[in-house]
């Protein structure tokens, strides 16, 4: 069985600063790897995915994250943060030979400072 | 181009009644999805449509939750009767083919169903 966790069930961080949400898995076999944000009041939203080829890997609003099989990480980063970055943030896996399942972590949710 | 539609946004009910949910996926989407967002927990899928026909139900609680995709488009996902800790966001989503599992999800706004 696949399962993700998602260290810091809070972040907070200044605007302009470095963002950093971590997110590590557990799966028998490389897993495709996502990242989604949900912002107050809507939907999930893709910021970026991993499934084959460069293991970094850039998404919408500036953001990348880099798949590390060895860690078994796929960590969200974003050199300068910024308002409108306040949302919460869910990391997703889903099994390459299976269907389309996603098992999400339990989410971060991420405050900017002014 | 449209994306996915729900209804209603919002719902309150009282425990032991019943409630529906509708979706609209993406035209010409063949995979819907439902999820339930308990406060503080990321999505858990309840059921999973390849056209018409279901996929994945295995975490669907079965003796109160129903679900159906009428033609391969639009779906309802019904609870009857309802319990406190269904209280919760359904999420329904949609993605083009049903690819293996690389495909992108495309949510909808949700419905918040509180349960009294």
């Known amino acids: 069985a696949q399962s993700v966790t998602q260290l810091g069930s809070h972040v907070s961080v200044s605007e302009g600063a470095l963002v950093l949400l971590r997110c590590n898995y557990s799966s028998s076999v490389p897993p495709y790897l996502f990242w989604y944000v949900q912002y107050p009041n809507q939907g999930l939203q893709l910021l970026l995915k991993y499934t084959t080829g460069a293991t970094l890997v850039k998404g919408i609003n500036g953001f990348e994250a880099e798949f590390k099989k060895s860690e078994t990480s796929f960590h969200l980063t974003k050199p300068s943060a910024h308002m409108s970055d306040a949302a919460e943030y869910f990391c997703a896996v889903s099994d390459p030979f299976g269907n389309e399942k996603l098992t999400f972590g339990t989410g971060t949710r991420l405050t900017i400072i002014p | 181009e449209a994306g996915v539609a729900q209804s209603p946004r919002y719902k309150i009910i009282e425990k032991r009644q019943s409630v529906a949910f509708w979706c609209n996926p993406i035209?010409?989407?063949?995979?819907l999805y439902w999820y339930q967002q308990i406060l503080g927990q990321g999505p858990k899928l309840l059921i999973q449509?390849?056209?018409?026909?279901?996929?994945?139900d295995s975490q669907l609680p079965k003796d109160r939750f129903s679900a159906e995709r009428l033609k391969g488009v639009d779906s309802t996902l019904k609870i009857q009767p309802a319990k406190l800790e269904d209280s919760a966001v359904y999420l329904c989503?949609?993605?083009?083919?049903?690819?293996?599992?690389?495909?992108?999800?495309?949510f909808g706004p949700g419905t918040r169903l509180l349960v009294l």
């Open positions: 449509f390849q056209n018409n026909g279901v996929v994945d």
């Open positions: 035209s010409g989407h063949a995979t």
């Open positions: 989503a949609s993605s083009p083919r049903g690819a293996r599992g690389e495909e992108t999800q495309y």
